[in-house]
């Protein structure tokens, strides 16, 4: 690393704790309550400052409005079946406006994509384990 790029490096992390501290308040304000993965992440300050500044800006990047950056949050919680974090951005997709049956169409998507997870290894299995009938079955 060039040497004026560490030491912006090197102060940066020397205010860890501080910057983490903000990251805590910012999330809480953000998502109207605490992950309590962060807590535990902050006990390593200058890995939590790092990771939490880029999670901040990945969760409200600039071209989306809040509302629908909490829609996609939701979306890949319900995917990932992430369930506390599904409640957790449930609650702040509301906060940010989103209306009940917003949330469920979010949550429907997911549903659908999600189940390509299962199908598509699933289906080239079995296909290759019944080649002479790929494809017969389809009807013009």
């Known amino acids: 690393m060039k040497p ?3 030491k912006a490096l090197d102060e940066y992390l020397s205010r860890a704790d501080e910057i983490g501290n903000d990251i805590l308040a910012d999330t809480e304000e953000m998502l109207g309550s605490l992950p309590f993965i962060f807590p535990v992440l902050k006990e390593r300050p200058e890995y ?3 990771t939490g500044i ?3 800006m990945v969760c409200r990047p600039g071209h989306l409005s809040p509302k629908t950056a909490e829609l996609v949050a939701v979306a890949a919680a319900a995917g990932a079946g992430a369930d506390q974090c599904l409640r957790v ?3 702040a997709a509301v906060k940010e406006g989103a209306h009940r049956d917003e ?3 979010a949550i429907l998507i997911a549903a659908t994509i999600g189940k ?3 199908l598509a290894p699933a289906l080239r299995e079995f296909r290759s384990a019944f080649p002479e009938k790929a494809g017969s079955d389809r009807k013009p």
């Open 116 to 118: 390509t997870r299962v």
């Open 4 to 6: 004026e790029n560490q």
């Open 103 to 105: 949330i469920y169409d």
């Open 54 to 56: 880029a999670d901040q």
């Open 89 to 91: 951005h449930i609650k």
């Open 48 to 50: 939590f400052a790092l």
